[in-house]
């Protein structure tokens, strides 16, 4: 049974960084395109960053600069680094498995 992990969450100030880290059981985070979306209260379901297995990345606009995701092989883990954070950075952060398999979220808040 494929099982994904968030960790790392948590409460900082406007300005802050946050190291999120997902990790999956019975399935490749090598082979398959990893991502992490976000959704904040009474809004949608939402793209923040992306990894192909050929390392290739996306990003939202609104993290571009700011948000990096990488690939730890060796952990086989998938990071999200978030800088520069900002209140509206505050929302329940979902790692998610070729968009198939996903986590419960792990929540993000950004005081002001």
């Known amino acids: 049974q494929v099982r994904v992990v968030e960790s790392g969450g948590g409460l900082v100030q406007s300005g802050g960084s946050l190291r999120l880290s997902c990790a999956a059981s019975e399935i490749s985070i090598k082979r398959n395109y990893m991502a992490w979306y976000r959704q904040a209260p009474g809004k949608q379901r939402e793209l923040v960053a992306g990894i192909t297995a050929d390392g290739v990345t996306n990003y939202a606009d609104a993290v571009k600069g700011r948000f990096a995701i990488s690939r730890d092989s060796n952990m086989g883990t998938i990071n999200l680094q978030m800088n520069s954070l900002r209140p509206e950075d505050t929302a329940t952060y979902f790692c998610?498995?070729?968009?198939?398999?996903w986590g419960q979220g792990i929540q993000v808040t950004v005081s002001t």
């Open positions: 998610t498995v070729a968009q198939i398999y």
